[in-house]
């Protein structure tokens, strides 16, 4: 056999001379190098009384081993993958997981976002539903459906949601980010969630925009205009009651001197200059004055008296 094949690796002959010395039949798995393929074998003595004759049965298993080799890389691979998007939710400094199939399980997520939720560890491996049996009825369960089912990304921007925390169902407000989550063959098999509450903000917000609404009907019901002065580009910024007042029915910029001054009374003008000139010397003035005067109209030549009390 060695004349027959001298090229072939040592250790076939051995597998071959075990299997005559024995009569015990091997199955192996070898390279050809000459053939430049792999070979898997089964090796049999026949039993004719010579004790010398084999039965060598040959499959190439070439193509099938790459196989196999390309799906232990692949599997490798996507081991890796799902490392990294673990360790990248549960190291995320915002709150962020993943849920996975039609029902959504919680299948990995990190603390910030239990601590937001309000829940403890036990949410992991719940469908969200039973996670967060509050979401009943909510549009939010609905968003996440409709990432898993479109492939859609779906951004929230001060998102109301109603969460049972610190014993109560109450209101929080969140900026999301949902995003489908796909496999190694591109199906999407979950979706991610990176979230952040912004509840504080949304709340002053919404103070600081009851306030001003208040300001406003107060000022409308007194008939008060309000302004802004800018001084280093000497430019006004009126609302429509001042430009009323001085009878200015535009909407263009408004500058100190062509605007204002100049719409003042000629037996004003001078007075109201100082006034405002001194108004600059916090020692004296503590940035504030008070005036009366009258203000030309520059459309409607109409004289007017105004009081005014400004700060700077």
Not at 11 to 27: E, H, M, Q, S
Not at 53 to 62: A, E, G, K, W
Not at 132 to 155: A, S
Request: glycine share 6%.
């Amino acid at each position: 056999m060695r004349d027959n094949f001298p090229n072939e690796p040592e250790t076939w002959y051995d597998d071959y001379d075990d299997v005559l010395n024995t009569g015990i039949p091997k199955r192996f798995v070898r390279k050809a190098p000459s053939q430049r393929m792999l070979l898997e074998m089964y090796v049999t003595r026949l039993e004719d009384g010579s004790g010398k004759r084999l039965l060598n049965t040959m499959r190439d298993v070439t193509e099938e081993n790459h196989t196999k080799d390309a799906l232990r890389e692949s599997e490798a691979e996507l081991r890796e993958s799902e490392a990294n998007i673990r360790n990248l939710i549960l190291q995320a400094p915002v709150a962020m997981a993943l849920l996975t199939g039609p029902d959504l399980v919680v299948e990995i997520i990190n603390d910030s976002f239990i601590t937001l939720w309000g829940k403890d560890s036990s949410v992991r491996g719940k469908p969200i539903m039973e996670a967060l049996p509050e979401m009943q009825g909510q549009e939010y369960p609905n968003i996440l459906k409709h990432v898993y089912q479109t492939g859609e990304t779906y951004y929230g921007k001060e998102a109301r949601v109603l969460l049972f925390r610190a014993g109560r169902l109450a209101p929080g407000y969140f900026n999301f980010v949902n995003e489908p989550y796909h496999n190694s063959d591109g199906k999407i098999t979950g979706v991610i969630i990176v979230a952040n509450e912004v509840t504080e903000q949304v709340i002053a917000n919404q103070a600081l925009s009851q306030a001003l609404e208040k300001i406003r009907l107060a000022k409308e019901a007194a008939e008060l205009g309000m302004f802004d002065y800018d001084i280093i580009n000497n430019v006004l910024e009126w609302d429509s009651r001042c430009r009323e007042l001085f009878g200015i029915s535009n909407d263009k910029p408004i500058t100190f001197e062509e605007d204002f001054l100049n719409g003042l009374h000629p037996h004003d003008r001078e007075r109201l200059r100082a006034l405002i000139k001194n108004s600059f010397n916090k020692s004296k003035t503590n940035g504030a004055y008070d005036a009366e005067y009258r203000a030309i109209g520059k459309n409607d030549g109409q004289e007017r008296w105004i009081k005014r009390t400004s700060f700077f």
